[in-house]
């Protein structure tokens, strides 16, 4: 079984500066996808980003990166230059590849953007 | 790209009745649908897979009397809440995957924020 943890409930961070989301995960699988999904407040889920475990190259998408710790089960979330629309929840998701597309949500981090 | 449609958005009803909600993938086939129960500033609680074709497969803990899954066609998905009571007010959202991780992310329908009185 797999268990995603986001140690930090809230956060916040003023508006242009960065702010990193921390994710832990545990598993035996070698062979798996990493994503981080926002909820705003309308409570659709938009997906972040996403990284393949076996892709060493940490996955960018405009301002947001995440750092990928494959050997410590690390997937933090950077967001650079913070926008009043970056405020949201944001789960850190596990998936097992080629195991009928399974998501495992972590607790969920609400994240505040400050005028 | 790939369109997850859920309805109702939201829905009141009386306790002791029974609410539908379907989940359906626009443009794509839904192999997959997985059916999530969300509480107030809590994450997403898998409730059941559902495969075309095939009956749901519940998590524990998840009564599959009371949340009966349909999955009649790889582009419709339905979850009936039968005989509600207020403890099921909660927000339910469905996703459908019919790719690898690799290919495609699940997509999401907005979710149903169900209201039992």
């Known amino acids: 079984a797999q268990t995603v943890t986001q140690s930090q409930p809230e956060m916040s961070v003023q508006e242009a500066e960065t702010v990193t989301l921390s994710c832990t995960y545990d598993t035996s699988e070698n062979n798996y996808y990493l994503f981080w999904y926002k909820q705003p407040p309308s409570r659709q889920m938009i997906l972040v980003i996403r990284q393949e475990a076996y892709k060493q190259q940490n996955a960018t998408e405009n301002r947001f990166s995440v750092n990928f710790q494959k050997a410590a089960k690390s997937f933090s979330l950077k967001i650079s230059d913070s926008q009043l629309g970056d405020t949201a929840m944001y789960f850190c998701a596990f998936m097992v590849n080629n195991a009928g597309n399974m998501l495992t949500f972590g607790g969920g981090t609400r994240l505040m953007v400050k005028p | 790209g790939a369109v997850v449609s859920q309805h109702p958005s939201r829905v009141i009803c009386k306790s002791g009745t029974s609410v539908k909600i379907e989940c359906r993938s626009l443009?794509?086939?839904?192999?997959?649908m997985f059916w999530y129960r969300q509480f107030p500033k809590k994450s997403l609680m898998l409730m059941a897979t559902s495969n075309e074709g095939s009956k749901a497969t519940y998590e524990q803990g998840v009564e599959k009397d009371k949340f009966l899954i349909n999955h009649a066609s790889l582009t419709l998905s339905t979850l009936t809440v039968t005989s509600a009571h207020p403890e099921d007010s909660s927000f339910y959202i469905c996703?459908?995957?019919?790719?690898?991780?690799?290919?495609?992310?699940?997509?999401f329908g907005n979710g149903t924020r169900l209201t039992v009185t």
């Open positions: 443009d794509f086939q839904a192999t997959t």
């Open positions: 996703s459908a995957g019919g790719l690898t991780g690799r290919d495609s992310p699940l997509h």
